[in-house]
């Protein structure tokens, strides 16, 4: 940074977003411009180089293209705070949530040859669709897990089907589907986190 009061508030700063999974270290801290020196550290910790209303030298430019080394400057405490919390939030795994996006109630079981039985389902909201996940729900109790194997609209082969139509679903590996059983299609969705 340009001054010792600016680089010890940046680095407090900086300290303050470490959480338990994402941790800042700061591994060397200066008043001055960025230089080559600055760079052959970050090279060898894996680290980038913030400064604070300062520019790297013309040997630090050199350096930092040899080494490849992600440089920032900034002239706002603001920003500079800012980039590196959304930079640590990208290392953060995201929650992995599971999103119902359709369910349907078994009118009809026909059993047909070489394919085993198919469900004559009633898509009474949102949709149901081919190759997503399904749960056979009987009295709401889960029955079986699994996925869309097939998914039919009177005799033609359909990737999804919507609330309030009538479908045939089948699922390879289930077979004892029950009238009145419900069909639940849900999928996963990957929430990015941010820190608190």
Request: include cysteine; proline fraction near 3%; charge should be neutral.
């Amino acid at each position: 940074g340009d001054v010792q009061g600016s680089v010890q508030a940046v680095c407090d700063s900086l300290r303050k977003l470490s959480t338990d999974e994402v941790k800042i270290k700061i591994i060397h801290q200066a008043v001055g411009g960025i230089t080559e020196t600055d760079i052959l550290l970050a090279s060898a910790s894996n680290a980038i180089v913030v400064g604070f209303n300062v520019r790297p030298t013309t040997g630090a430019h050199q350096a930092k293209e040899r080494e490849n080394i992600d440089v920032r400057t900034y002239t706002i405490i603001y920003d500079l705070i800012s980039d590196v919390k959304s930079a640590m939030e990208g290392l953060l795994e995201p929650e992995i949530r599971e999103v119902v996006i359709g369910r349907g109630v078994i009118r009809q079981v026909f059993k047909v040859p070489r394919a085993g039985a198919v469900a004559g389902t009633y898509v009474n909201w949102g949709r149901i669709s081919h190759n997503h996940p399904l749960r056979v729900l009987r009295d709401n109790r889960l029955v079986y897990e699994g996925k869309v194997d097939s998914l039919r609209r009177f005799k033609e082969d359909v990737s999804e089907v919507s609330a309030n139509y009538e479908c045939g679903v089948g699922m390879n590996s289930f077979n004892d589907f029950k009238l009145d059983d419900v069909l639940e299609c849900y999928t996963y969705e990957r929430i990015p986190r941010s820190l608190r």
